[in-house]
């Protein structure tokens, strides 16, 4: 089941932590509380990302694949937080890397998406993130033209070079 408190659209409404962990937790916890099976957070927040997997969430679906970066949230008006991968390595739970960017411009589109997702990858390895605790995401509808999504899905192999599973999720 994967929960999450702020939409992840691209064009959302951001929400602070505070109000974004008032709306995940309870449900986490009443959600592990009544059934047997994993929860996701899916969040790009730090802190959230730690009142989630306190709550009992066992992976973290991070939806900028531990590249928020500090252009993105001066835009957003958040403040920068790199804490997210150091926070899954010691927590030592599973991860799901999504690729996003702020706009969709690349030199070729596929090859871009898979090396930008390898520096995901060096970012969580770095932080000591487990191999077996990564999967990656293609992002489909996050920082891509509707050609590029179409790419994405239909070329979905290309992530394969990295060597970890695949979740694609076409909401």
Known sequence: VDIGGESTRPGHIVISEEEEIARVVPIIEAV?????????????KG???EAALQAGADLVNDIWGFKFDKK??????LQYDEKMAGLIADAGVSCCLMHN???AV???FLEDMVSEMAECV???REAGVADDKIMLDPGV?????????????????????LGFPILLGTS
Request: net charge negative; charged share 25%.
């Open 141 to 161: 509808g996050f920082g891509k033209t509707y050609e590029m999504n179409l790419a994405a899905i239909n070329h979905v192999d290309v992530l394969h070079r």
């Open 47 to 49: 802190n959230v990302a």
């Open 72 to 77: 993105t949230a001066l835009i957003w008006g």
């Open 32 to 44: 592990k509380a009544r059934f047997d099976v994993p929860v996701s957070i899916d969040t790009y």
């Open 122 to 124: 060096k970012i969580a």
């Open 101 to 103: 960017k702020d706009e």
């Open 106 to 108: 690349y030199n070729d």
